[in-house]
């Protein structure tokens, strides 16, 4: 297993904010969490890459409990895209996407060969070498959150946590960017754990998708089985019509007025 | 080949070796300067000869020179270029820290508590470490001060950016009315307390020149062995930390340092602004924001500068106006014009 999350709690001050939450991802899977806005998603992402720490719980990661793993260790294993990435100082988004190799660097050395052709494959293949010598302070939301992307993919780590990674970005990289993520889920058995606002998405990318409400799952399972009105209803209090779209190859859910 | 750029590789060598360069150019210069001119091959010939022990070398030369050299005017000069040095980068790691480019040594009330110290010790005439007194009392007016505003922003959510700024801005709000108050009940000693506010590296000894050293290059080493993690830092909390980064560790380490090498700094000559803020600026527009390469060079060219004005307000102005005056009088302007420079076209900073 990847992960085994048992009874964890979390508090902000007084508020409780993830609720006695359970549950097991098992490695090679798209999970996707789904819920309204401050249902606890993205603090529960931070207990996830131990940014936060749990008031009581325990997440076990690869069969070790997540406290006793080094932030260095951590950083080769999970890898980060935050939802609004803001940066004040003018590095080139090329120096950005290489960051993710410092993992693997030693302190004081220079990035090895290999570390520069993973870079160079990553930045041409998520389209940010449009923008590799550009300042990141200079570039548009969405080609920032690219560049981000492609920093996260060059950490090359078995778990790649997107917290609403796409949310800011036009369905054509959207879609490309997800693609990136799947195939690393696909063919080299990574996981991948992702905060998403976008239901129909979730649905055409994610093996199982978590349903959050108030800190707690309301529902989870493979995506075709928990992907129903009642869920949606139960969740975001929204009526909706849940069907077999044979174009997306996936459910899809669409509103109404 | 594309990728060259990415290495902290060759231009930075050539960059540091330059300004090496111009800094001993700069130090050979300055010690010929003043009301008794000393030729530069002597000055040269007498540093030479005090590094190598070889009395003869300086046999030829008037016996009162290797005097003013030595014992006056390289102290003084030595402790400029070493507080130039010692502002600047302890400016590149606040605005790393805060992740603010307007961020100073002086931001987190650094100053304001050296100040407020120091007006004590002159106030109440405390003398028992002889010349010492002020600049020490100064230094743990610094600390206290430091160590207060770090415990008033980690009381809510962690030393983060804004929690740190503002308790630095109210801290040194409270300080400033506090100094004010000490000049008002100071009566005739209120000549000295602005004074010494001023800055000035007059008078300075050997003593200053190797305390300034010990601190700047403790603190240099501590910042280049960072550095990297800096960067990092760059990128948010969130992001930082998920790169292996222990962010609260890394930023107090960092904080607590540079606010003693600005304090040590202060001590020994009183408040020169500006430094600590417009050099890493403008290094930023020729290295880049890699701390690995912005912090020597940042080092070097604050030496450069603090020296070049001490020089200019000790040897070539009619008659010596304090050295923080100087610096906020060209810095201030100067930073005025960079910053609209940033706000009306595409540059670096």
Known sequence: ?257 | MKFKEIRPGKLVGTQIVLLSAVLCAVIVLSTGLGYIQVPFIDVIKIIAGKISGQQRMLSSLDNLLPVIVIDVRLPRILTATIVGGGLAISGVVFQGILLNPLADPYTLGVSAGAAFGASLAILFNIDFLGTYSVPLFAFAGATVTLLFVIYLSSSGGGLSSNNLILSGIIVAAILSAGISFLKYVADEQVAVIIFWLMGSFGSRTWTDVSLTFICVSIGLTIFIFFARDLNLMALGDRTASSLGIDTKKVSLILLVTASMVAAICVSVSGIIGFVGLLIPHMMRSITGPDNRKLIPVSMLAGAILLLSADTVTRAILPSEIPIGVLTALIGGPFFCYIFRKRQTGRTGF
Do not use: W
Request: charge should be neutral; aromatic fraction near 10%.
């Open chain 1, 1 to 257: 297993m990847a992960y085994q999350i048992n009874d964890l709690t979390f508090y902000y001050g007084n508020k409780k904010v993830i609720d006695h939450l359970s549950v097991t991802l098992a490695p090679g899977k798209f999970y996707g969490i789904i819920g309204p806005n401050g249902c606890g998603k993205s603090t529960f992402l931070d207990l996830l890459v131990k940014h936060l720490r749990p008031d009581s719980g325990t997440i076990i990661y690869k069969g070790k409990d997540l406290s006793r793993y080094s932030k260095k260790e951590l950083s080769t294993q999970i890898a980060l895209v935050p939802q609004n990435f803001y940066i004040n100082f003018p590095f080139s988004a090329k120096e950005i996407v290489m960051m993710g190799r410092y993992p693997h660097i030693p302190r004081f050395a220079a990035p090895s060969l290999h570390d520069i052709k993973i870079v160079r494959d990553i930045i041409e293949k998520t389209g940010a070498d449009q923008v590799e010598d550009r300042f990141i302070t200079e570039l548009s939301g969405g080609e920032r959150q690219r560049v981000v992307f492609a920093r996260a993919l060059a950490q090359d780590t078995p778990v790649l946590i997107l917290d609403e990674a796409t949310s800011s970005l036009d369905i054509n990289y959207g879609i490309n960017l997800l693609n990136f993520a799947a195939e690393g889920v696909r063919q080299a058995g990574k996981t991948v754990i992702a905060v998403m606002q976008d239901i129909n998405l979730a649905a055409l990318f994610c093996d199982y998708l978590i349903f959050m409400k108030e800190g707690a799952i309301k529902a989870h399972g493979a995506t075709d089985e928990v992907l129903n009105q009642n869920t949606i209803r139960s969740v975001f209090n929204v009526d909706t019509k849940v069907y077999f779209e044979p174009y997306a190859d996936s459910k899809q859910v669409v509103f109404k007025r």
